[in-house]
């Protein structure tokens, strides 16, 4: 061999071992993510929830997007930058989400006439969408008041909040026409159009939704809109939002990689104005912390004896809750503002590696006097969370609660035994249709930050935790060569201490297993757990090689679709959709959604409907397609493989 030839050779080998396999295989899969031909991103570069259109799971259509889609595109782009050195994407990536899912000045009217004494008035939550009316409850029961406005103000200088709505129409399928700073501009408005579906408490699922505007100005729906759909009361035209506060924290947890990264390799000046932008949305993502009414935290039974909290010591469970909202009056003439927060949290929404990150990290700390001391308890508090609710079997149970059944009504006696600050475990903290933790994916979301936050500490009480999980997952997971089975439906029984985890079904999902891929990586790397590191490369292998595809690496499946589903609609209602579909007592899930009968796999679901076998799909969803690629760069990051 000539030594030309010879050094070539040896200049592409060692490129190759430069970059290592896994690494290669994070490029591969952000390309295919990121080829305009896929499909994953609007005209506007906003990201789907998946690239197929015909998608029903927490969002009903798959050309809509979430703050879920929006942080792990944030997340996608921090990672491209800690592999290529190239941060621009994650600064563009934050841009996009600021842009497009945070509600800009105009569309956030009125939030100075927002009395924080009187947050907003108590109305109990329906238990299942034929609960109607729900709404206001007269006497007046008592609320807390809200520690956190004034000191909100003060810091930035505005009332309106900086959080992501959960929920945007990216193409305005619906036609609200509800853009940026925009009311119901109508289906000629381009996308994307922030729109809600969920309002009628936790048993309503996806299928029994009704749409509706954020921004509602009684131009379509009924004479009033949707609002009086949904409860009773007077209604005036108004806006609300809805935020998903575990997307949020998970973008400020994609911002403290993209902090370390670019400090290891000298670009931190190129992202500080992000991280900047990061450590404000951790500062208003304490609403999130307290009760909904912000009332007394623990043993708050019946709404008018519950008092509300006067500050945060009795009213902040300081976990992130499921929820927090905001909204108001359009008019500013008798206008009014108002917040909720959530009592309910679930673990699989804890982030102990944001916390971290707002402590600790330069350049990510909260610009608000007590916002640092806010995410200590609250630290502490995740951490404690998890101890709390993890099974026998090392599966983290569901979550805990204040607000028994949205009705602030007495738990079952067997729950007020072993309380947790005084809020009850609950299996299902707030959404039963499907259980809120029968989702096999919740686990390693979650067990993700976890170990994150061991590998960056090398806390040894957090590596014990993770010890149980990490041996129950190892059990309970098979690979071979053609596939891989893990759980995928988890079964609950007993309560803290003594809750089991049954596993109903096994599945082989990619994001679920690519995230208990991250989760044994950052695990491993830590502890040196050599069987550990093995399963999260056999997973890492066996899909790669199983379940690649041209759009990305993706498996059938056949989801529990019931399209012809009647959605509740109080006797004697009526309304239109912009696009003319009637909503009426008669209405279904695809009588209000006709833009389906268009879509290119409607055809599955017709056969069905016509007595054909279930349809199958197979989906690139944003955030499955963003784990695999994650997974695969946490696991080339971390070994150098
Ligand atoms: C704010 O709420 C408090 C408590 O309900 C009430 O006493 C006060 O009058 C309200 N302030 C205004 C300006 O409405
Ligand atoms: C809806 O479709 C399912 C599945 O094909 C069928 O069993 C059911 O009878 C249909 N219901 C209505 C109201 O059409």
Partial sequence: ?????????????????????????????????????????????????????????????????????????????????GITNDFSKFNEAWEIMEKYIIPVHASQPNTNLYNASHPSGYGPGGNVPEDYPIGPVTPPAPVGVDPLYQELVDTYGTSDIYAMHWLTDVDNVYGFGNSPGNCQLGPDEPGPSFINTYQRGPRENAFKTIPQPTCDNFKYGGKLGFGDLFSAGDHSPNWKYSVAPDADARAIQAAFWASRWATASGQLSQITDTLAKASKLGDYIRYSFFDKYFKRIGNCIDPYKCPGGTGKDDSAHYLLGWFFGWGGSIATEYGYSWRISEGVAHFGYQNPMAAYALINEPNMTPKSPTAVEDWKKSLDRQLELYEYLQSVEGAFAGGVNNNWNDRYEEPPAELKENTFHGMWYDWEPVAYNPPSNQWFGMQ?????????????????????????????????????????????????????????????YYGNGVGPAAATARTLSYYAARSNNQEAKNLAKNLLDTMWNNYKDDLGVAVEEQPDYSFNETVYVPDGWTGMYPNGDVIDSSATFVGIRSFYKKDPQWYKIENYLNGGPAPKFTYHRFWDQTDVALAMGTYGLLFDE
């Fill in 1 to 81: 061999m000539n030594l030309y030839i010879f050094l070539l050779i040896l200049g592409a080998v060692t490129c190759i071992s430069a970059q290592g396999v896994y690494k290669q295989r994070f490029l591969e899969q952000y390309n295919k993510m990121h080829n305009p031909s896929n499909g994953y991103f609007s005209s506007k570069g906003i990201p789907y929830h998946a690239v197929e259109t015909l998608v029903v799971e927490s969002s009903d259509y798959g050309h809509e997007t979430t703050s879920e889609a929006h942080s792990y595109y944030i997340w996608l782009e921090s990672m491209y930058g």
């Fill in 444 to 504: 390693p979301w979650s067990t993700d930050r976890l170990a994150q936050y061991y590998y960056v500490t090398g806390d040894e009480k957090v590596k014990s935790i993770l010890d149980k999980w990490v041996a129950w997952i190892i059990k309970e997971t098979t690979v071979t060569e053609t596939g891989y089975q893990m759980p995928s439906t988890l079964d609950w029984e007993g309560t803290p201490p003594n809750v089991h985890c049954k596993i109903r």
